[in-house]
């Protein structure tokens, strides 16, 4: 094309195309299937993989979630992908938010349904699940690693399954149709990007990610497991999160208790 091709700016100038060059996502492999694209991306990890690849496997056949729970998918039917971060440890709290919302955004905007995140990592549509999120750290030689996972049932039946006691929906249920789960990949990379690129800018997340938290204002009970002391629970009211991602919970004697996602399970009522 000759300059003069070009669409002009309103001041005449020649616009270009600005070209992005995507983070998140430059390089992506997929794999037919594996025990869990946690363990392989960790290994590449290891391996001294850079930043922003992404595994995508069409089955799992050790899917997992937090502590160690078992992530169900239907063999081709869902995304099932593990991406590498390689961020400035004060920024590592802030890939859970981007996450969720990433996600929440995408199945929103692709369902026409209001997604919401139950603190800490899970989306939901109608009180159901849809995805979770399993964030794995190492520091290895080049720094540290976070291998960020992820589980979204798009073209499942999930709707009459309850894995683990919990309610579960897909992307199809939903919206009365298949997805092409390639368009979908490529929509929730390029949202984890974006907001991957304002973090590394410095802004926060914490405002948006309040937004669309369904626990703030509701009664919770969080369950601490630690090998030293057992399970130890905390009711109250979860109030806000902090600038962390941290729950803050006030017990009934109106002492509130900043929660780190690591270590708790939680449960919710009805506000
Ligand atoms: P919870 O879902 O109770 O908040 P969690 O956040 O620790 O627990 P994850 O680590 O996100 O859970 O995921 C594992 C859990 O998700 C399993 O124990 C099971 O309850 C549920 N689960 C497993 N497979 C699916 C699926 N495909 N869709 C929805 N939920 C699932």
Request: include cysteine; hydrophobic fraction near 40%.
């Amino acid at each position: 094309m000759a300059v003069g091709d070009q669409p002009q700016t309103e001041s005449g100038v020649p616009s270009r195309p600005v070209r992005h060059e995507r983070l998140i996502g430059r390089e992506i492999r997929q794999v037919d299937f594996t025990k869990s694209t946690m363990d392989d991306v960790a290994a590449l990890a290891r391996a001294g993989t850079d930043e922003g690849m992404v595994l995508s496997a069409q089955q799992q056949t050790a899917g997992r979630g937090r502590h160690e729970r078992h992530w169900e998918s239907a063999p081709g039917e869902d995304l099932l992908v593990s991406i590498l971060f390689r961020p400035r440890p004060a920024l590592a709290g802030e890939i859970n938010m981007l996450l969720s919302l990433a996600i929440a955004e995408t199945v929103g905007s692709a369902c026409d349904v209001d997604a919401v995140v139950k603190w800490p990592n899970d989306v939901r549509v109608d009180d159901a699940k849809i995805a979770g999120i399993l964030l794995e750290s190492t520091q290895d030689t080049d720094g540290l690693a976070v291998v960020a996972g992820i589980g979204l049932n798009v073209n499942s039946r999930m709707r009459h399954r309850n894995p683990g006691g919990t309610a579960a929906v897909s992307m199809r249920e939903l919206a009365d149709r298949k997805f092409n789960r390639d368009l979908l990949l490529n929509d929730l990379l390029e949202r984890i990007d974006c907001l991957y690129g304002e973090v590394r800018a410095g802004g926060t997340l914490v405002t948006m990610w309040r937004e669309r938290l369904e626990t703030i204002g509701k009664q919770v009970e969080v369950t601490f497991t630690s090998a030293s002391s057992g399970a130890k629970t905390l009711s109250g009211i979860a109030e806000d999160v902090d600038s962390a991602g941290r729950l803050i919970v006030r017990d009934e004697n109106g002492r509130a208790w900043p929660v780190s996602a690591g270590e708790v399970t939680l449960q919710s009522s009805a506000s």
